[in-house]
């Protein structure tokens, strides 16, 4: 969970990733990596302060990597379950 959304940096929080993971690439047209995901749920919190959200990351590993190949990130809407997800 990114700092922005309450993350700590204690290890139940981090995961070794690449900058890819994390920030997608340096298009802006396309954008990717978990900090899409962090930014869509920032600006979804600052616009329905009356909510939270529950938000999970689930990092992909095939066999004994140590990094994962992805991650998969869930977000939901507590209060509007089907508008944010």
Do not use: C, K
């Amino acid at each position: 969970l990114a700092w922005s959304l309450g993350g700590d940096m204690q290890t139940h929080n981090v995961i070794l990733g690449t900058r890819a993971q994390n920030v997608g690439t340096n298009d802006q047209r396309n954008a990717g990596g978990m900090a899409y995901t962090e930014t869509l749920t920032r600006i979804y919190l600052s616009s329905h302060q009356d909510d939270a959200v529950a938000y999970q990351v689930i990092p992909v590993y095939v066999g004994q990597e140590l990094v994962p190949r992805g991650t998969h990130v869930l977000v939901q809407s507590i209060n509007n379950p089907s508008q944010f997800q």
